[in-house]
């Protein structure tokens, strides 16, 4: 039996799937970042945000606390971009970035190292970060002198870190409690991206689902999984009960199995949140769906550079953007309720 959904829906459903109702849990930031599979971290106030928007009454030191105990780490991640995430997540998170090994793409190599020079970062990496935290100063010389190649060290001071993103992906890199300098985990091994795919896709349906298995790759790394194995990952889920297909409007799109109960009842969500600037809730499905964007207002969501605005979320959907200086609203939405909101601001 196919379960039959509308968008309307499913959005309410999200809303409270990612705890905008917030809920006694959301008040552990963890609890808050392990729901919403990750949370963006390119500009740590904005992570900060995206919990505390999730929170009846947020602690302005948790996430901070949260990543000194360990509870929480910061490396690059989903879509090559810095994130929260809690440690096992991470790793099946990170084992399946690796699985693209995108970092072999002749376009990647071209433009910046070849596969060679990249065994020798990982390798040089691996080494010198075991068991030390390093500024990124202090990492680069010492890779660039384990393998003696002064040719990385351009590539290595790089802002965007792209060359350190395949040895992050690896398990092989995270920064440390500071949330600057960098270190080695303590993890081990990476799951096989078969086993890893049994944590990250049921993590990623349970808050931004139902959803196809090519929105899922375009959330994870912009498409570039390898097709029979993305195929494969989701064929398993399926034949092992652990996914179901659901009809949303006409489209077939994959839900969590444990989520067909409260698919089929959803509560409406009136609610208006103040999201921050790269909140999950428009980077779960994409800044491109025009069920939680309209086509014509992406552009003041998706900004130059890959800034993502603040928003205001009404009913399930994007109705407009805010700063401190006012909002550029869409649809309609009670003043009342976006006053609450401010009021709510730090």
Known sequence: M?????????????????????????EDPVAVVTRLAGVQAQVASCAEQAVAARQDQPDPGAVKQALVRGDLIKTWAARGTLHLLPPDLAKAQLALLA??????????????????????????????LDGRVLTREELTAAIVEHAKDPTLEDHLKSG????LK???????????????????????????????????IPAYLGAYGPASAATFDQWLIRG??????????????LEDGVLAEVDVAGERLYARTEDLRTLQRPQSFPGVRLLPAFDQFVLGPG?????????????????????????????????????EAGETLWAKVPAKAIKAERARLP
């Open 2 to 26: 196919t379960f039959v959904l509308t968008w309307d829906d499913v959005l309410h459903w999200r809303c409270y799937q990612q705890w905008l109702h917030r809920p006694a849990e959301a």
């Open 287 to 323: 800044t491109a769906d025009t069920r939680v964007i309209p086509k014509e207002r992406r552009p003041q969501v998706s900004r130059a550079a890959g800034w993502i605005s603040p928003v205001v979320v009404h009913e399930g959907r994007v109705a407009g953007v805010w700063d």
């Open 224 to 237: 570039q999984s390898r097709k029979a194995a993305l195929r494969q990952w989701f064929a398993e889920l």
């Open 99 to 128: 699985a693209a090994r995108t970092w072999e793409k002749g376009a990647w190599q071209r433009t910046f190292v070849t596969t060679a020079q990249m065994d020798r970062i990982t390798e040089a990496a691996a080494e010198v």
């Open 160 to 163: 965007w870190g792209t060359v």
């Open 166 to 200: 395949p040895v992050a992906w690896q398990g092989l890199l995270v920064y440390g409690t500071d949330g600057v300098a960098f270190t080695r985990p303590t993890w081990g091994d990476l799951p096989e991206p078969a086993t890893a795919a049994r944590t990250v």
